[in-house]
Each structure stands twice: as C-alpha cells, then as structure tokens.
C-alpha cells in the first residue's frame, strides 16, 4: 500500500526522533524500556500512516499519528535529553512528565470514534469534551504543582506556582478525564453490541484487543514496583497490539476470521481452567488414599483429565455457542435434527444440500460429493459440476476427500461448522451417488450385452438363410436329380457338383463359427492358446495352466487372448505378443502385451468395449495401458474361486 506524503512524514519524524532518543537513552535505563516503547511509536505511527494514507477521512489514523508524535517526543526523546542532562533539561523533564496525558486522551477518541470516525450518537458528544476538559485542568495541576519534585533533577519543580490550587485542579482534571476514558470504553461496547456486518467484524477485531489491554495494564500496575522487569514489557506489548490490531481491523479484517480466534479464546481457556480442576481434585482424593508421592495418583490424574477433555470441550463449545452464537448454535441443532432423522430414515440424504442453503441463508449454494474411481466432483443428482471460480471448503473424513461446497454469501465459520455436523450425510450422498452411477453403468453393459446377443444372434439366422442353408437345398436337390439317373457316368457330374457345393458350404460353416469356443477348449486354455498363437502372423509367448476351469471362464478368457491379439496384429503393427493366464487370490488372470504404436482405448461399440462387458458381466475387472509409443498392455481379472 503507498503512504501519502504528510502521514509518511509524520512516521519519518516519529522514526527519526526514536532513533535520537535510543542513541541518547542507551545504557542509562533498561534497555527493553529504550527498545519496546520505540517500537510501540514506531508501531502506532506506521498504523496510522496506513490507515490515514486509505482512508484520509477518517481521524483514526491522524490520531496514531499524533499520539506516536507525542510519545516520540514528549517522552521518549524528553527522558533521553532529560537522562544525559542536555540544555533545557527542565523543558525536557517537564515534556517527560505530562506527555502521558495527551497520549491517554488519544486512547479516549479512538475508543469512542472507532471504526469510521464518528460518535456512536450526538449524547456522545460530552465524552471527547469532557476529556479534553479534564486534560487541560490535570495537566496545568500537574506541571504547576510544587509536589512534582521526583520528575526533576534537582527536586524541585521550577514551574511551580503556589498560587495555584494545583491539588484542586488535578483533582478535577483527572476525575473527568478518568470518567471520559471509562465512558469511551462503554461506548466502544455499545457500538460493539449494536453494530452487525463489516462493522461488528471491525469491532470485534479491536475490542478483543482492548480487553486484552484492560488485563494486561492494570496487572503492569500492580507489578511495576514488585516486578518492574516484567511490568514494563506487558504494558508495552499491550499497548503494541492496540494499533496493530486497530490498523488490522480497518484495513484487512476480511482476511482473518476473529469469531474464530475469540471462540476458540474463550472455549479452550475455560477447558483449561475446568482440567486443571479436574487434575486437582483426583489428585487431592487419590492423594489422601495413596500418599501424595505415589506415581499412581499422577497417572490416574492424567486419565481422569485426558478421559475428560473431548466431552467437556464438546460441552463447554456447546454452551458458548448458544450464549454468544444463538444462530450458529440453532443451525448445528437443526443439523443434528436433521442426521437423526437420516438414521430413522425418515429424510433423503441429498437434502443435505437444501438444509445447508436454509442454514446459511446462501441459495446459490452448491454441494459437490467426490468420486474417488474417476476422480470427479459431481453434483448430488450426478451430473458434473465445472469450477465456477467461487468460495469453496473441502470436506473430509479420517484424510479421505468426502465433497466439497461452493457458496458465495455464506459465513465461512458457520458453514465450516455445519460441515463438520453434518459430514455423516455428506458421506452417505456420496455412497448414493456412487451406488447410482455403478447401478447406471451394470445396466449400461446389460443392455449392450443383450443388443450384442441379439445382433450377434440375427447376423447367424442370416448367413445360415442366405449361405449355408441354401447350398444344403441345392446339395439335396442335386443328389436327388443323381438318384433318378439311369447310369453312373450320367450321376457323376452332378455328384461332382454336390461335393462342391460341400465343400463352400463347409467354409461357410467354418466363417460362421468364428468368434466360438474353438473345439481346443475341450482340452483346456493352454492348448487354446497355443493354437492362437499358432495361427498368428506374429510371434505369440503363451504361458498358460493346465489346470481346468469354469467353462464360461475359460471362454471368456479366450476370447479376451483372441480380440487382444488381433488388435495387436491389425491396429498396433506389433512384431512381439505375450499372452499369459495365472491364478492368483481366486482369480483368473489373463495379460497380453504387444510392443505396438499403443494408444489404444475402449471406445463405444469397439471390440475392447465388449470385451469390458463381458469380463463385467462375470464380476471381473479389465484394464488396458496403453500410452502411445509405449506398447498395449490389457489385463482381465476373472473371478474363478479359490
């Protein structure tokens, strides 16, 4: 993002003059007091220079700016001119001691004006006044008054005018701006709570900060004179996160899911406290049994907590949800509702996909189940479903793909919470789908195994009515014109003719019978495909069992070897066949390879498609490799018991 001029000057002052401050600074004050507050301007100057720099309008960023101006001046440079004892020490001492004010009245107009920069209403308009009142009342009772004497090397306040009720005006000052600092928080909780939309994800984003700086700098006061070591570091740190979150907050809240994390927040720290509990508890019973030393007790403990954790973090997710979620928690009910009455089967499981866009009041939501054979995301009807180029999860089982959701107005964190309700019915839609397009497909090959019997069938009635069996009429009309002759030698020539006649007919037969089971099937798959390979005009490796077995096995396999090599001799130029038959796991295997162009694919009505059908039609599998360049592989796996 580019910085427009006068804030990304604003952040080079800031910059330049903590730079001076921790040079002068350095080795005369902890050194993570020079380097954390350095970083904390440098932090809230460079959010305000974004944030201004985006969105010119709106004084959140002017206000970082000012305020890291402020510190980078006011304290840190003043305290580090102050420390090395620079002309104008007192100005410089003075600067130090009454920079806080301004800098916490800074605090006082982002809460009230954040996220756009105007008050949550006109009533409202008395905090920043009152405030800025208070600021000027403690400020002149600070700097004025005679017992500021611990802030100045001589310890004596040189700008003190006893005139002056100080003790009054401080007083005042500071009960105004202390209630114009809670009244801003209040009003950053009011907004908070009517706010929805992009607004109440802004709000969210920075509220979670500020609680974390309400904990974090009343315990850094406590500590300062106990620890001051870990004190000074929380304060910092807290005071880091406020512009970094607030920058975060306006310029990318879209980017991170902040329901999530304060879920996630509240969920997991009271699961914590409740096991540290429970811990406690079993170990203080089994302790007064067993003796507080005993290894059981820790490992009883252990199971107890460990037993324990799944349920109640069910428990407590369930109890947040409908306190601080009551529409995320009445969607997961109503998934719930809906997966019971699945098991009753009382609902479809395709209506999953209705029910999830009525929950996420998302109609253009989309349910894709994934099919692992063919790789493919398909709609819950089975129809495909190309990339639209919108949101989607993924939904997944145990590592295993179960579908996917594509949605365009659903809120990410109630659908993936939906999602992981509801996986159960997404599941079984898959295993409908999946059942359907299998049943589809068995009736496909049904079908085309049928048509292939029919065809297969009407193409023998015609060549027996057109060849054979009219050759056989004319053979038989013939002999009986030789029975009627009075000698030999007349009967011969028709006899001569009749034989003939035979002989084509027997031809006819043999074309006829082409395709069936050769008569070497009475003697086994071996000796069938030895005579394949004996036939072949290209050089066949058979390697092949003796044993026997079904008969519609065996046929198959032939003609699986039969169709593989033929393909192989007339489509693939091949100069090398195998054909190899083996039993494995209770199957026939039957594998032939060529050393072929390759390229070769099941296609529509094509002879491997058949073959496909038929080994399917036995429950078997059949794969064919073919990459072109590479050779045929096709391998049938045939089911023919142990």
């Not at 990410?412 to 997404?426: D, M, T």
Request: charged share 20%; aromatic share 6%; with cysteine.
């Amino acid at each position: 993002m580019r910085v427009r001029r006068v804030p990304g000057l604003l952040l080079g002052v800031v910059v330049a003059a903590e730079v001076v401050a921790t040079l002068l600074a350095w080795d005369l004050e902890p050194r993570w007091d020079t380097v954390l507050y350095a970083v904390f301007s440098v932090v809230t100057a460079g959010a305000g220079a974004l944030i201004a720099s985006r969105h010119p309008r709106n004084p959140i960023g002017w206000l970082f700016c000012a305020g890291a101006l402020v510190t980078a001046l006011g304290s840190e440079l003043a305290q580090a001119w102050a420390l090395r004892g620079l002309p104008g020490v007192t100005v410089a001492e003075l600067l130090m001691a009454t920079s806080w004010l301004p800098s916490g009245y800074g605090w006082i107009l982002t809460f009230v004006l954040f996220p756009d920069g105007h008050l949550p209403g006109r009533r409202w308009q008395v905090v920043p006044w009152a405030g800025g009142v208070g600021l000027l009342l403690a400020v002149a009772g600070w700097a004025l008054s005679p017992d500021r004497t611990v802030e100045f090397r001589g310890g004596r306040n040189p700008y003190a005018v006893d005139a002056v009720p100080t003790d009054e005006l401080l007083a005042v000052g500071m009960t105004l701006f202390v209630g114009a600092m809670l009244a801003s928080a209040v009003a950053l909780a009011v907004r908070l709570r009517r706010s929805s939309g992009d607004e109440r994800q802004q709000l969210r984003w920075f509220a979670l900060a500020a609680m974390a700086a309400c904990v974090a700098l009343p315990a850094s006061f406590a500590l300062w004179y106990v620890v001051p070591v870990v004190a000074g570091p929380l304060a910092a740190v807290a005071l880091t996160a406020l512009p970094v979150v607030a920058c975060l907050a306006i310029l990318r809240y879209r980017l991170y899911d902040i329901d999530v994390i304060i879920d996630r927040t509240v969920v997991y720290g009271t699961v914590t406290g409740l096991l540290a509990a429970v811990y406690g508890v079993t170990t203080l019973v089994l302790g007064t049994g067993l003796g507080g030393g005993s290894v059981w007790v820790t490992a009883a403990a252990t199971l107890a907590v460990a037993a324990a954790f799944r349920p109640l973090r069910d428990r407590v997710q369930d109890l947040v949800d409908r306190r601080f979620h009551r529409d995320r928690y009445e969607a997961v009910r109503r998934m719930t509702g809906f997966l019971e009455a699945l098991r009753a089967g009382q609902a479809a499981p395709e209506q999953v996909r209705d029910l999830l866009r009525e929950l996420t009041g998302d109609a253009g939501l989309d349910l894709l189940v994934f099919l692992p054979e063919s790789r493919l995301y398909v709609r819950p009807d089975g129809s495909p479903a190309p990339d639209d180029g919108r949101d989607r999860l993924d939904v997944e089982r145990a590592g295993q793909p179960l579908g996917r959701v594509s949605y365009t107005d659903a809120d990410p964190a109630l659908l993936r919470r939906l999602l992981e309700a509801g996986g159960l019915a997404i599941e079984i839609t898959r295993l409908h789908v999946e059942l359907r397009r299998q049943l589809d497909e068995v009736r496909a090959s049904r079908a085309r195994i049928v048509d292939a019997a029919g065809e297969e069938r009407r193409r023998l009635e015609r060549d027996l009515h057109d060849g054979a069996q009219q050759r056989l009429v004319s053979i038989g009309l013939a002999l009986r014109h030789a029975q009627h002759q009075s000698t030999v030698e007349d009967a011969r020539p028709v006899l001569e003719e009749a034989l003939s006649e035979v002989r084509l007919a027997i031809d006819e037969l043999r074309e006829l019978a082409r395709g069936l089971p050769p008569a070497q099937l009475d003697a086994g798959l071996a000796p069938a495909f030895r005579e394949l390979a004996r036939r072949s005009a290209v050089p066949v490796e058979v390697s092949a069992p003796r044993e026997r077995f079904d008969r519609g096995i065996e046929g198959a396999a032939y003609f699986i070897g039969c169709e593989a090599v033929t393909n192989a001799v007339k489509h693939a130029h091949a100069t090398r066949i195998t054909l190899r038959a083996a039993r494995a796991d209770g199957r026939l295997v039957v594998t032939v390879t060529d050393d072929g162009v390759g390229g070769a694919a099941p296609a529509r009505g094509s002879g491997l498609d058949g073959l496909a059908d038929r080994v399917a039609a036995l429950g078997g599998v059949l794969r064919v490799d073919s990459r072109p360049g590479t050779g045929t592989r096709v391998t049938a796996e045939l089911p023919c018991g142990s």
